[in-house]
Protein backbone atom coordinates (compact mmCIF):
# COMPACT_ATOMS: atom_id res chain seq x y z
CA UNK A 1 0.00 0.00 0.00
CA UNK A 2 3.08 2.48 -0.20
CA UNK A 3 1.31 3.56 -2.66
CA UNK A 4 -1.43 4.74 -0.82
CA UNK A 5 0.19 5.08 2.40
CA UNK A 6 1.04 9.19 3.65
CA UNK A 7 0.04 10.12 0.14
CA UNK A 8 -2.33 12.92 -0.03
CA UNK A 9 -5.43 11.94 -2.39
CA UNK A 10 -8.06 14.33 -3.52
CA UNK A 11 -11.81 12.40 -4.92
CA UNK A 12 -14.61 14.78 -6.23
CA UNK A 13 -18.45 13.02 -5.85
CA UNK A 14 -17.06 11.58 -2.30
CA UNK A 15 -20.60 11.55 -1.59
CA UNK A 16 -22.42 8.83 -2.55
CA UNK A 17 -21.64 5.73 -4.43
CA UNK A 18 -17.86 4.73 -5.90
CA UNK A 19 -16.50 7.99 -4.99
CA UNK A 20 -17.29 7.70 -1.47
CA UNK A 21 -16.35 4.02 -1.29
CA UNK A 22 -12.88 5.12 -3.08
CA UNK A 23 -12.69 7.42 0.10
CA UNK A 24 -12.92 5.65 2.50
CA UNK A 25 -10.46 2.57 0.80
CA UNK A 26 -8.15 5.29 0.73
CA UNK A 27 -8.31 6.06 3.71
CA UNK A 28 -7.97 2.77 5.39
CA UNK A 29 -4.98 2.16 3.22
CA UNK A 30 -3.31 5.27 5.13
CA UNK A 31 -4.04 8.46 3.07
CA UNK A 32 -5.12 11.99 3.54
CA UNK A 33 -7.96 12.70 1.96
CA UNK A 34 -9.36 15.57 0.28
CA UNK A 35 -13.41 15.05 -0.38
CA UNK A 36 -15.73 17.43 -2.26
CA UNK A 37 -19.54 17.40 -3.66
CA UNK A 38 -22.53 19.08 -4.35
CA UNK A 39 -24.43 16.82 -2.05
CA UNK A 40 -23.15 18.38 1.03
CA UNK A 41 -25.61 15.55 3.26
CA UNK A 42 -23.31 12.82 1.65
CA UNK A 43 -20.33 14.57 2.05
CA UNK A 44 -20.54 15.01 5.48
CA UNK A 45 -21.11 10.97 5.80
CA UNK A 46 -18.41 10.85 4.06
CA UNK A 47 -16.25 12.74 6.67
CA UNK A 48 -17.51 10.77 9.30
CA UNK A 49 -16.67 7.69 8.05
CA UNK A 50 -13.21 8.97 7.46
CA UNK A 51 -12.69 10.64 11.34
CA UNK A 52 -13.84 7.25 12.51
CA UNK A 53 -10.74 5.67 10.33
CA UNK A 54 -8.26 8.22 11.84
CA UNK A 55 -7.83 9.55 7.86
CA UNK A 56 -6.81 13.12 7.76
CA UNK A 57 -9.91 14.86 5.78
CA UNK A 58 -10.69 18.34 4.64
CA UNK A 59 -14.23 18.62 3.28
CA UNK A 60 -15.43 21.67 0.81
CA UNK A 61 -18.96 21.73 -1.32
CA UNK A 62 -17.34 22.16 -4.76
CA UNK A 63 -19.20 21.64 -8.07
CA UNK A 64 -16.63 20.05 -10.40
CA UNK A 65 -17.86 22.48 -13.71
CA UNK A 66 -17.14 25.65 -11.66
CA UNK A 67 -13.43 25.90 -13.58
CA UNK A 68 -12.27 28.79 -11.55
CA UNK A 69 -13.35 27.30 -7.93
CA UNK A 70 -11.47 24.47 -9.16
CA UNK A 71 -8.38 26.17 -9.46
CA UNK A 72 -8.92 27.99 -6.23
CA UNK A 73 -9.42 24.71 -4.70
CA UNK A 74 -6.64 23.13 -5.35
CA UNK A 75 -4.18 25.60 -4.56
CA UNK A 76 -6.29 25.28 -1.25
CA UNK A 77 -5.60 21.52 -1.02
CA UNK A 78 -1.94 21.72 -1.82
CA UNK A 79 -1.24 25.02 1.03
CA UNK A 80 -3.42 22.46 3.30
CA UNK A 81 -1.93 19.19 3.02
CA UNK A 82 1.58 20.73 1.97
CA UNK A 83 1.50 18.55 -1.22
CA UNK A 84 -0.96 16.55 -3.42
CA UNK A 85 -0.66 13.26 -5.23
CA UNK A 86 -3.74 11.78 -6.47
CA UNK A 87 -6.94 12.73 -7.98
CA UNK A 88 -10.26 10.78 -8.81
CA UNK A 89 -12.10 12.76 -10.88
CA UNK A 90 -15.10 10.73 -10.11
CA UNK A 91 -18.03 13.13 -10.14
CA UNK A 92 -20.54 12.37 -12.74
CA UNK A 93 -24.09 11.83 -13.54
CA UNK A 94 -26.45 10.69 -16.93
CA UNK A 95 -29.33 11.69 -18.58
CA UNK A 96 -31.53 9.26 -20.46
CA UNK A 97 -32.82 10.29 -24.01
CA UNK A 98 -32.08 9.70 -27.37
CA UNK A 99 -30.74 12.59 -29.35
CA UNK A 100 -33.66 13.68 -31.07
CA UNK A 101 -35.89 14.01 -27.69
CA UNK A 102 -32.86 15.55 -25.95
CA UNK A 103 -33.12 18.66 -25.24
CA UNK A 104 -29.64 20.75 -25.60
CA UNK A 105 -29.71 22.16 -22.14
CA UNK A 106 -29.47 18.21 -20.77
CA UNK A 107 -26.95 17.48 -23.17
CA UNK A 108 -24.50 20.47 -22.45
CA UNK A 109 -25.87 19.74 -18.27
CA UNK A 110 -24.03 15.95 -18.61
CA UNK A 111 -20.73 17.08 -21.29
CA UNK A 112 -20.10 19.90 -18.58
CA UNK A 113 -20.44 17.16 -15.41
CA UNK A 114 -18.56 14.58 -17.05
CA UNK A 115 -16.19 15.56 -19.75
CA UNK A 116 -15.48 19.36 -18.72
CA UNK A 117 -15.17 18.68 -14.84
CA UNK A 118 -12.74 15.84 -15.58
CA UNK A 119 -10.72 18.40 -17.65
CA UNK A 120 -11.18 21.46 -15.15
CA UNK A 121 -9.86 18.83 -12.12
CA UNK A 122 -6.71 17.30 -14.40
CA UNK A 123 -5.93 20.76 -15.47
CA UNK A 124 -6.39 22.40 -11.77
CA UNK A 125 -3.76 19.91 -9.58
CA UNK A 126 -1.38 18.52 -12.55
CA UNK A 127 0.80 21.22 -11.63
CA UNK A 128 0.67 20.04 -8.03
CA UNK A 129 0.73 16.43 -9.26
CA UNK A 130 4.25 16.67 -11.21
CA UNK A 131 5.44 18.90 -8.09
CA UNK A 132 4.80 16.06 -5.88
CA UNK A 133 7.15 13.66 -8.04
CA UNK A 134 4.88 11.08 -7.10
CA UNK A 135 1.29 12.04 -9.00
CA UNK A 136 -1.62 9.70 -10.35
CA UNK A 137 -4.53 11.27 -12.44
CA UNK A 138 -7.62 8.42 -12.27
CA UNK A 139 -10.67 9.32 -14.41
CA UNK A 140 -13.62 7.43 -14.04
CA UNK A 141 -15.06 6.89 -17.82
CA UNK A 142 -17.88 4.06 -17.94
CA UNK A 143 -18.78 0.70 -19.85
CA UNK A 144 -19.86 3.37 -21.97
CA UNK A 145 -16.87 4.78 -23.15
CA UNK A 146 -16.02 1.59 -24.47
CA UNK A 147 -19.34 0.46 -26.00
CA UNK A 148 -22.07 2.74 -27.48
CA UNK A 149 -25.71 2.35 -26.85
CA UNK A 150 -28.65 3.81 -27.77
CA UNK A 151 -30.81 6.42 -25.35
CA UNK A 152 -27.90 7.84 -23.62
CA UNK A 153 -26.60 10.13 -26.51
CA UNK A 154 -24.96 12.90 -24.40
CA UNK A 155 -23.41 10.39 -21.31
CA UNK A 156 -21.62 8.05 -24.09
CA UNK A 157 -20.45 10.99 -26.01
CA UNK A 158 -18.83 12.29 -22.57
CA UNK A 159 -17.30 9.19 -21.45
CA UNK A 160 -15.74 7.85 -24.77
CA UNK A 161 -14.27 11.65 -24.13
CA UNK A 162 -12.89 10.83 -21.01
CA UNK A 163 -11.61 8.24 -22.17
CA UNK A 164 -9.64 9.83 -25.10
CA UNK A 165 -8.98 12.61 -22.88
CA UNK A 166 -7.07 10.53 -20.27
CA UNK A 167 -5.14 8.12 -22.88
CA UNK A 168 -3.49 11.26 -24.40
CA UNK A 169 -2.54 12.44 -21.16
CA UNK A 170 -1.07 9.36 -20.04
CA UNK A 171 1.05 9.65 -22.70
CA UNK A 172 1.97 13.40 -22.41
CA UNK A 173 3.05 12.54 -18.72
CA UNK A 174 5.68 9.48 -20.16
CA UNK A 175 6.69 12.04 -23.22
CA UNK A 176 7.57 14.74 -21.17
CA UNK A 177 9.15 12.70 -18.45
CA UNK A 178 6.56 13.61 -15.11
CA UNK A 179 6.37 11.25 -12.66
CA UNK A 180 2.67 10.99 -12.95
CA UNK A 181 1.01 7.81 -13.56
CA UNK A 182 -2.73 8.37 -15.34
CA UNK A 183 -5.23 5.51 -15.24
CA UNK A 184 -9.19 5.28 -17.36
CA UNK A 185 -11.65 3.41 -15.10
CA UNK A 186 -14.29 1.80 -17.48
CA UNK A 187 -17.08 0.31 -14.84
CA UNK A 188 -19.83 -1.67 -15.38
CA UNK A 189 -22.93 -1.42 -13.39
CA UNK A 190 -22.32 -0.41 -9.71
CA UNK A 191 -25.00 -0.41 -7.16
CA UNK A 192 -25.47 3.49 -6.45
CA UNK A 193 -27.55 6.33 -6.35
CA UNK A 194 -26.64 6.88 -10.01
CA UNK A 195 -29.88 5.48 -11.29
CA UNK A 196 -32.01 7.72 -9.18
CA UNK A 197 -30.37 10.72 -10.22
CA UNK A 198 -30.64 10.18 -13.44
CA UNK A 199 -32.42 12.26 -15.70
CA UNK A 200 -35.53 11.14 -18.11
CA UNK A 201 -35.95 13.07 -21.83
CA UNK A 202 -39.73 13.86 -21.97
CA UNK A 203 -41.19 10.98 -24.28
CA UNK A 204 -38.25 8.57 -23.67
CA UNK A 205 -41.70 6.38 -22.41
CA UNK A 206 -39.29 5.47 -19.75
CA UNK A 207 -41.13 5.23 -16.07
CA UNK A 208 -38.46 6.58 -14.03
CA UNK A 209 -38.92 3.51 -10.77
CA UNK A 210 -39.36 0.68 -13.21
CA UNK A 211 -35.94 2.03 -14.88
CA UNK A 212 -34.53 2.39 -10.90
CA UNK A 213 -36.01 -1.26 -10.11
CA UNK A 214 -34.24 -2.92 -13.80
CA UNK A 215 -30.79 -0.98 -12.87
CA UNK A 216 -30.85 -2.25 -9.08
CA UNK A 217 -31.63 -5.72 -9.60
CA UNK A 218 -30.32 -6.16 -13.45
CA UNK A 219 -27.60 -3.64 -14.11
CA UNK A 220 -25.66 -2.66 -10.90
CA UNK A 221 -24.14 -6.25 -9.71
CA UNK A 222 -20.80 -4.87 -8.64
CA UNK A 223 -20.77 -3.31 -4.98
CA UNK A 224 -19.28 0.46 -4.21
CA UNK A 225 -16.37 -1.06 -2.03
CA UNK A 226 -15.69 -4.01 -4.74
CA UNK A 227 -15.26 -1.02 -7.81
CA UNK A 228 -13.20 0.93 -5.44
CA UNK A 229 -10.72 -2.09 -4.39
CA UNK A 230 -10.55 -2.67 -8.32
CA UNK A 231 -9.51 0.31 -9.01
CA UNK A 232 -7.27 1.19 -6.55
CA UNK A 233 -5.57 -2.25 -6.99
CA UNK A 234 -5.53 -0.75 -10.53
CA UNK A 235 -3.59 2.36 -9.86
CA UNK A 236 -1.16 0.36 -7.04
CA UNK A 237 0.12 -1.10 -10.65
CA UNK A 238 -0.12 2.45 -12.63
CA UNK A 239 -2.49 0.54 -15.34
CA UNK A 240 -3.38 2.49 -17.89
CA UNK A 241 -7.26 1.15 -17.56
CA UNK A 242 -9.05 -0.59 -15.66
CA UNK A 243 -12.32 -2.41 -16.67
CA UNK A 244 -15.08 -2.91 -13.64
CA UNK A 245 -16.99 -5.96 -13.17
CA UNK A 246 -18.08 -8.97 -15.23
CA UNK A 247 -20.35 -6.83 -17.47
CA UNK A 248 -17.72 -4.49 -18.47
CA UNK A 249 -15.19 -6.87 -18.94
CA UNK A 250 -17.49 -8.68 -21.41
CA UNK A 251 -18.55 -5.47 -23.24
CA UNK A 252 -14.72 -4.90 -24.17
CA UNK A 253 -14.43 -8.62 -25.09
CA UNK A 254 -17.71 -8.04 -27.44
CA UNK A 255 -16.50 -4.61 -29.14
CA UNK A 256 -12.89 -6.28 -30.04
CA UNK A 257 -14.13 -9.15 -31.49
CA UNK A 258 -16.94 -7.83 -33.51
CA UNK A 259 -15.56 -4.67 -33.80
CA UNK A 260 -17.83 -2.28 -35.04
CA UNK A 261 -20.48 -4.63 -35.47
CA UNK A 262 -21.05 -5.05 -31.91
CA UNK A 263 -24.18 -3.88 -31.88
CA UNK A 264 -25.78 -6.23 -34.26
CA UNK A 265 -24.37 -9.32 -32.05
CA UNK A 266 -26.54 -6.29 -29.41
CA UNK A 267 -29.64 -5.80 -31.20
CA UNK A 268 -29.68 -7.90 -33.98
CA UNK A 269 -29.41 -6.22 -37.77
CA UNK A 270 -29.17 -6.47 -41.57
CA UNK A 271 -25.33 -7.78 -41.28
CA UNK A 272 -24.55 -11.54 -41.14
CA UNK A 273 -23.42 -11.23 -37.33
CA UNK A 274 -26.89 -9.09 -36.38
CA UNK A 275 -28.65 -12.23 -38.43
CA UNK A 276 -26.86 -14.88 -36.32
CA UNK A 277 -28.00 -13.44 -33.05
CA UNK A 278 -31.63 -13.00 -34.15
CA UNK A 279 -31.62 -16.93 -35.48
CA UNK A 280 -30.53 -17.44 -32.26
CA UNK A 281 -32.61 -15.66 -29.99
CA UNK A 282 -35.34 -17.62 -32.24
CA UNK A 283 -33.78 -20.92 -31.17
CA UNK A 284 -33.71 -19.75 -27.88
CA UNK A 285 -37.27 -18.78 -27.25
CA UNK A 286 -38.25 -21.77 -29.17
CA UNK A 287 -36.51 -24.29 -26.58
CA UNK A 288 -38.05 -22.32 -23.34
N1 LIG B 1 -23.04 3.30 -11.00
C1 LIG B 1 -22.73 2.85 -12.18
O1 LIG B 1 -23.31 1.83 -12.64
C2 LIG B 1 -21.65 3.50 -12.99
C3 LIG B 1 -21.20 2.83 -14.15
C4 LIG B 1 -20.20 3.41 -14.92
C5 LIG B 1 -19.65 4.61 -14.54
N2 LIG B 1 -20.09 5.25 -13.43
C6 LIG B 1 -19.47 6.53 -13.10
O2 LIG B 1 -19.00 6.50 -11.77
C7 LIG B 1 -18.96 7.84 -11.26
C8 LIG B 1 -19.60 7.86 -9.88
O3 LIG B 1 -20.98 7.57 -10.01
P1 LIG B 1 -21.80 6.71 -8.93
O4 LIG B 1 -22.27 5.50 -9.60
O5 LIG B 1 -21.04 6.61 -7.68
O6 LIG B 1 -23.09 7.65 -8.79
P2 LIG B 1 -23.66 8.49 -7.55
O7 LIG B 1 -24.81 9.25 -8.10
O8 LIG B 1 -23.91 7.58 -6.39
O9 LIG B 1 -22.44 9.48 -7.18
C9 LIG B 1 -22.07 10.52 -8.01
C10 LIG B 1 -21.75 11.74 -7.15
O10 LIG B 1 -21.34 12.80 -8.02
C11 LIG B 1 -21.90 14.00 -7.50
N3 LIG B 1 -22.01 15.06 -8.51
C12 LIG B 1 -22.90 15.13 -9.54
N4 LIG B 1 -22.73 16.29 -10.20
C13 LIG B 1 -21.70 16.96 -9.58
C14 LIG B 1 -21.07 18.21 -9.80
N5 LIG B 1 -21.45 19.03 -10.79
N6 LIG B 1 -20.05 18.56 -8.99
C15 LIG B 1 -19.67 17.75 -7.96
N7 LIG B 1 -20.25 16.57 -7.70
C16 LIG B 1 -21.27 16.18 -8.51
C17 LIG B 1 -23.27 13.60 -6.97
O11 LIG B 1 -23.77 14.56 -6.04
C18 LIG B 1 -22.98 12.24 -6.35
O12 LIG B 1 -22.68 12.35 -4.97
C19 LIG B 1 -19.66 8.71 -12.29
O13 LIG B 1 -18.69 9.39 -13.07
C20 LIG B 1 -20.41 7.72 -13.15
O14 LIG B 1 -20.60 8.19 -14.46
C21 LIG B 1 -21.08 4.73 -12.65
Known amino acids: MHKF ?17 LAIELGRAGASLAISDVNTDGLAQTEEQ ?23 YADE ?9 QIYNNAGLTHIGTLELSDFKDIE ?26 GHVVNISSVLGVMALPGQVAYVSAKFAVRGFTEALRQEMAAAGHRVGVTVVHPGGVKTSFGTNAGVAEGMGIDHD ?17 AAQTILAAVGKNKARVLVGADAKSADLLVRAASNSYHEVLFGGPGVLGRVTTFGRRMLARMR
Open 5 to 21: AGKVAVVTGAGSGIGQA
Open 50 to 72: LKAIGAPVKTDRLDVTEREAFQA
Open 77 to 85: VNDHFGKVN
Open 109 to 134: RVIDVDFWGVVNGTKAFLPHLIASGD
Open 210 to 226: EMLENFDQQVAKTTPQQ
